[in-house]
């Protein structure tokens, strides 16, 4: 166990509609960060939040949304959902903003969109 | 642009036979290289930073070294267990981390 909680682990939901993935950080940990992982693009970066704010963007779609909580866990909304959008969503943690001592990643949300 | 290579895409080696994976990399001030390893439906398990040219870190059968333009992770006598995705990563300047697509390892019994 890595510490950081994803949930849920698998969802298979149908084009058009809205999901919410949901993210608890390691204990500590004030930044979360989203990555789509995809069997052609490899690990692609979404969105930071570090305590609350939003801190860097990637390649993330208008569709989706994310923001982190006063508890600090954070959830990725992903809407009007395409066939290719599935894909693996993972989160990942660490205590400041960068990456001196690496991400704690979670185990992953499943997405499949049919 | 910044960007990460990593080379070969899948490796398949002998149990005990050693190699060296390989990252290159663009980028626009280095702030920091990471190695990562993943296992099939689990998410990356972090292994080494690197920050300047020269580093070298090991972990049990592996090393990672760094020069300017490339990252090499060397697994010395692999074993079955070594068997999995190795993710390069680097840390730019503007802080927006980028992963290469990673070098599936499969080491044979």
């Known amino acids: 166990d890595s510490g950081v909680t994803q949930t849920p682990k698998h969802l298979i939901t149908a084009t058009g509609q809205r999901v919410t993935l949901r993210c608890s950080p390691r204990?500590?940990?004030?930044?979360v960060y989203w990555y789509q992982q995809s069997l052609d693009q490899g690990l692609q970066f979404l969105i930071q939040y570090y305590n609350g704010e939003e801190r860097a963007k990637g390649n993330i779609l208008e569709r989706f949304s994310a923001q982190q909580f006063p508890d600090l866990h954070s959830e990725l909304n992903l809407s009007s959902l395409e066939l290719g959008d599935s894909a693996l969503y993972f989160c990942?943690?660490?205590?400041?903003?960068?990456?001196?001592?690496?991400?704690?990643f979670g185990s992953g949300t499943r997405l499949t969109v049919v | 642009e910044d960007q990460v290579t990593q080379s070969p895409e899948a490796l398949r080696l002998q149990e005990g036979e050693s190699s060296s994976l390989n990252c290159s990399y663009t980028?626009?001030?280095?702030?920091?290289l990471f190695w990562y390893r993943q296992d099939p439906g689990k998410g990356p398990e972090f292994l080494f930073t690197l920050y300047s040219a020269g580093e070298e870190k090991e972990k049990e059968r592996l090393k990672a070294t760094l020069t300017k333009k490339e990252s090499f992770l060397h697994i010395t006598a692999p074993k079955p267990e070594d068997s999995a995705t190795y993710l390069c990563a680097v840390h730019p300047r503007d802080d927006k981390i980028i992963f290469g697509k990673g070098t599936r390892l499969h080491i044979l019994p």
């Open positions: 204990s500590g940990d004030l930044s």
């Open positions: 990942a943690s660490s205590v400041g903003q960068g990456m001196s001592y690496g991400y704690t």
């Open positions: 980028v626009s001030g280095l702030r920091g």
